[in-house]
């Protein structure tokens, strides 16, 4: 499938543009080219390599439109989207795990489509499943897993792509306090001992506190960037730290005016 072309583009493709990810003047509309309804508008965002990046905003403000177009799965209606690694990994609130394969065929299978060969696959798909902390479940069928398992194998699966950056909606938010904990810490080693970017979309403020090294806050109707903070709370961080509380109650505050502004939460 190598031809001259791709090759060429490979070449552009190296990241000497210095950002996992560029969003310029992104704006997005539903419906009808006249009556349609506008949820981005001219959103500028740059994601640096190995950077952790928190997307906070209410429901419905278009956090989940807004990863969806730098996945690659939709289109802006203006602006651009630069993503100079290629294809962005995607997780989501739901695992979407295949639930008539084991854990390790989930991770397997997204092996196969990245391209490695057969032999390498069951090795890579335990060593991932071992980073995730689930070495053993290998055999394990998706129904056997609880929730929390579910979404260490998602994120094995993720890792899989051996994508530069990965996008993550509400990866956590069906999980219970103590699950979501753990898996807090497990992401952000895993995001320590990888050069991964990450693009995290949340509506709960401890949580983008708790994983960010910059929170980016987006207001409603249409969905603008209204805010951004950078965190330089030394990792790892606890949910419950002092100083992780102390700027989730000052972003709140923010995210409160951003809903009253708007209404209808
Ligand atoms: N494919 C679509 N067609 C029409 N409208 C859409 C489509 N996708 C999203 N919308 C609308 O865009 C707005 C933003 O939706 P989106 O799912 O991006 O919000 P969100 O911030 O992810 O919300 P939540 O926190 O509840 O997940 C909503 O008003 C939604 O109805
Ligand atoms: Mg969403």
New binding site residues.
Partial sequence: MATPTTLAKAEDRVPATGHAARLAHVSKS??GPAGG?L?LDDISLDVAPGEFVTLL??????????LNLVAGLDRPSAGSIETPGGRPALMFQEHALFPWLTAGKNVELALKLRGLPKAERRPEAERLLELVRLGGSYGKRVHELSGGMRQRVALARALAQASDLLLM??PFAALDAITRDVLHDELTRIWRETNLSVLF?T?NVREAVRLAQRVVLLSSRP?RIAREWTIDIPQPRRIEDAAVAELSVEITEELRGEIRRHGQH
């Fill in positions: 539903f419906g309804q949820v905003g209410a429901s419905g403000c278009g956090k989940s439109t807004l909606d509400e979309v509506h969905g």
